[in-house]
């Protein structure tokens, strides 16, 4: 078990010392503070889509069912594979998953009976403490006015040149704060990365 001066070792060391100090003052008050501090407020350059952004219209592709639709979503490739002057040989696509309204995701559990009203709120409590190892919650944002989920397992990809960067400045709903960016990762961690699956593969 991690002590909260054990969490200093895996801190980015590009940090100024103010933001380090901050970062770590947040994940010692870990999952009590799963709140605004999540985004940042200042310093987003408004040509930029950073990794854990939220876009609010692209399109998603419902397998196999085909369904497409627009909706928000959270971007997961990192910054400097979508940056435009990152020129290679070979296009790239940017990876993102859609952001589920909680309350449509309570209410469709209602609504189908899968599980009893006590269960589900404790589920939707594990969620909000991020708890559940395959969904990233996101809490209220200045341009998010709804308590959203992100299921890491329902992936999308685009061409990086299909996203607009001339509007990211109304489509971003927010960007995420170096607590939340941190958050992020340590999810997208252990959601797609298990040293201690526990399978002997055998040479």
């Not at 100090?21 to 994940?27: A, G, R, T, V, Y």
């Not at 435009?84 to 469709?108: D, G």
């Not at 971003?172 to 699956?197: C, D, M, N």
């Amino acid at each position: 078990m991690l002590g909260p001066r054990d969490f200093e070792v895996y801190l980015p060391k590009y940090l100024s010392p103010e933001t380090e100090e901050k970062l770590f003052s947040d994940l010692s008050q870990f999952p009590d503070n799963i709140d605004d501090r999540m985004y940042r407020t200042i310093g987003v350059d408004p040509d930029v889509i950073y990794q854990g952004d939220g876009l609010s219209d692209l399109l998603v592709v419902e397998l196999p069912s085909l369904r497409i639709k627009r909706a928000p979503c959270l971007v997961l490739s990192n910054t400097c594979d979508m940056d435009p002057l990152n020129r290679r040989p070979f296009s790239t696509n940017v990876i993102y998953a859609p952001i589920m309204n909680m309350a449509t995701y309570q209410e469709w559990l209602l609504e189908r009976r899968l599980r009893s009203v006590g269960s589900i709120n404790d589920r939707l409590s594990a969620i909000r403490r991020q708890q559940i190892t395959q969904v990233f919650y996101l809490p209220p944002s200045n341009h998010m006015d709804y308590e959203g989920m992100v299921f890491c397992d329902r992936l999308v990809t685009c061409p990086n040149d299909a996203i607009d960067r001339n509007n990211l400045g109304e489509a971003r709903l927010f960007s995420l704060s170096q607590y939340g960016q941190y958050l992020f990762l340590f999810k997208l961690s252990i959601h797609f990365t298990r040293v201690t699956e526990g399978v002997d593969r055998a040479y």
